[in-house]
């Protein structure tokens, strides 16, 4: 399939079979997002693959009452940030998502007339490249951070 039709066919999804995904099909998952644009190129990312139906049960929480910004709410912004920045790229056009631009919040919103019931969560920069694209990037493999049930618990080794 190619990536536009993904993108067009994926929908949000919260009732599942009970099969098992296979592991290799995971396994591809993960590879294809470490290959994902990252700040710094620091790949700080590390998933926890939660198989367990008790872990998976416990799991049905948000994060409201952390005592922090609530991350669920907003976060619906990033996977539309991909689906654009990945029809950029198969245009030739070079994205880069930041987030510096909310410590300014204010200043942004009076710039950019943005009314007071929105927010800002995350800025895509684009263009056309100055250098060529990579042919290749580094990223550590996917044995280096993906966990099975529990932090630290290699899936893959």
Known sequence: MDVIEAMRTTG??????????????LYAAFDAARLAPQGGNRQPVRWIAVRDRALKAALKVTDAGLGRTSVVGGASIYPTMQNLCLALRAAGVAPAVTTMLCREEPAV????????????????????PARPF?????RRPVEEFVYADRFGEPLYE
């Open 109 to 128: 919103r009076a710039l950019l007339g943005i009314p007071d019931e929105y927010f800002t969560a995350a800025y895509v920069c684009a263009g056309y």
């Open 12 to 25: 949000t999804r919260r009732y599942y079979r009970d099969e098992p995904m296979p592991e290799d099909v």
């Open 134 to 138: 990579p042919t290749k990037l580094r």
